[in-house]
């Protein structure tokens, strides 16, 4: 099984999970993150690609990317990357301090693997022979996106760009 987190920038934002198996897809949203380490722990997944969410509100600009901002510029701030990365590192050392084998912890980038894999679309996650129906929200479509990226990282058909790409065949 592997598995795909689309991590949300605040905690009391709904983060989605998803979990790929031999023969089913199974979503979740779930706000809290001892929930979604809940979930890892009991799905035991050999590879977890995690995405930290990309949200934009007032708590994380400074002025200064406010007022570029209200220019039309569209950024992620400097310090909403600093939170992404300490929830990322939280939910790693959870997992495999409460695994006996933890799985490999890969970073994605849902929009690099959907370009990359021509995944906009129900039916060209289904091509590629992953159950959609499960599929609730765009987070959670994500998240698949982030299990397939694993899929093709345990593949061995990726390249590394500071993320996993995966190698469209």
């Known amino acids: 099984m592997i598995a795909g987190l689309m991590l949300a ?4 934002n709904k983060s989605s999970l998803a979990f790929i198996g031999e023969s089913s897809t199974e979503t979740f949203s779930i706000k809290d993150t001892g929930g979604l380490i809940d979930l890892i722990l009991e799905r035991k997944p050999e590879i977890l690609a995690i ?3 990309t ?5 994380n600009l400074t ?5 570029l901002k209200e220019e039309g510029y569209s950024f992620t701030p400097s310090n909403s990357e600093k939170k992404k990365v300490e929830r990322t590192r939280a939910i790693e050392r959870s997992v495999k301090h ?3 084998n ?3 912890i890969i970073r994605f980038d849902p929009f690099i693997s959907s370009r990359e894999l021509s995944l906009n679309s129900d039916d060209s996650v ?3 022979g992953v ?4 599929i609730g929200s765009s987070h959670e479509f994500d998240a698949v996106v982030g299990a397939i990226t694993a899929r093709f990282y345990s593949q061995n058909q990726y390249t590394r760009s500071g993320v996993v790409v995966p190698e469209n065949v």
Request: with cysteine; proline share 7%.
């Open 102 to 104: 933890p799985p490999e």
């Open 98 to 100: 409460h695994m006996e």
């Open 63 to 67: 002025k200064n990317e406010e007022e």
């Open 51 to 53: 995405n930290c969410g």
């Open 126 to 128: 289904e091509s590629l």
């Open 9 to 12: 920038s605040k905690e009391e």
């Open 55 to 59: 949200e934009l509100n007032g708590d």
């Open 131 to 134: 159950d959609t129906s499960n």
